[in-house]
T-cell receptor, first 111, second 116 residues
Framework: DAKTTQPNSMESNEEEPVHLPCNHS???????IHWYRQLPSQGPEYVIH???SNVNNRMASLAIAEDRKSSTLILHRATLRDAAVYYC????????????FGKGTKLTVNP | NAGVTQTPKFRILKIGQSMTLQCTQD?????MYWYRQDPGMGLKLIYY???????DKGEVPNGYNVSRSTTEDFPLRLELAAPSQTSVYFC???????????????FGNGTRLTVT
């Protein structure tokens, strides 16, 4: 079973910020938080990952709660091309490589 | 860079036929994975491998076999195709873990398989 839970769907308007939540209450100390997204009819693509500190890259920002039991992917200005399914997964640096994806959050961006 | 390459892109099989889905990567990644994605659903892990000669079952391994004789290739074999195996199959690869950092998964573009 997936170790993360996400809302099934979210909506946003173009050029507005989007905050996509992920709960991972059973996270262990060696779990990294990874985010991927899947555009329609494509394979998933990597977005961002982090361990404890907030992270920024050209695609998005990742805000990690102090207790690490939740995280939020932030798209600062949503575009129509950001409409996709977003997946949050945990990758254990010290344990199994059995990487399980949940159902993700389907993001709809309105023009 | 080619990245992760999957062939074929599309395939239609009859019930009981067999086939091999090919996956190759040119990034010298030790870790490789096979996922399937049914319509409107998330990804389910079929098998994974942490290096040549090593494979492990994922969430849904029944009806599939894998082998990993080289670092580059990780083929997925369907021996007796069934309609329940109609899905899109994605292969992924990654650098090995180390305790100081984590590495992203790189996915191929998928193989769309229909079994009728």
């Amino acid at each position: 079973d997936a170790k993360t839970t996400q809302p099934n769907s979210m909506e946003s308007n173009e050029e507005e910020p989007v905050h996509l939540p992920c709960n991972h209450s059973t996270i262990s100390g060696t779990d990294y938080i990874h985010w991927y997204r899947q555009l329609p009819s494509q394979g998933p693509e990597y977005v961002i990952h982090g361990l404890t500190s907030n992270v920024n890259n050209r695609m998005a920002s990742l805000a990690i709660a102090e207790d690490r039991k939740s995280s939020t992917l932030i798209l600062h200005r949503a575009t129509l091309r950001d409409a996709a399914v977003y997946y949050c997964i945990l990758r254990d640096q010290g344990g199994s490589e059995k990487l399980v994806f949940g159902k993700g959050t389907k993001l709809t961006v309105n023009p | 860079n080619a990245g992760v390459t999957q062939t074929p892109k599309f395939r239609i099989l009859k019930i009981g036929q067999s086939m091999t889905l090919q996956c190759t990567q040119d990034m010298n990644h030790n870790y490789m994975y096979w996922y399937r994605q049914d319509p409107g659903m998330g990804l389910k892990l079929i098998y994974y491998s942490v290096g040549a000669g090593i494979t492990d079952k994922g969430e849904v391994p029944n009806g599939y076999n894998v082998s990993r004789s080289t670092t580059e290739d990780f083929p997925l074999r369907l021996e007796l195709a069934a309609p329940s195996q109609t899905s899109v199959y994605f292969c992924a690869s990654s650098r090995p873990r180390d305790r100081r950092s984590s590495s992203p998964l790189h996915f191929g573009n998928g193989t769309r398989l229909t079994v009728t």
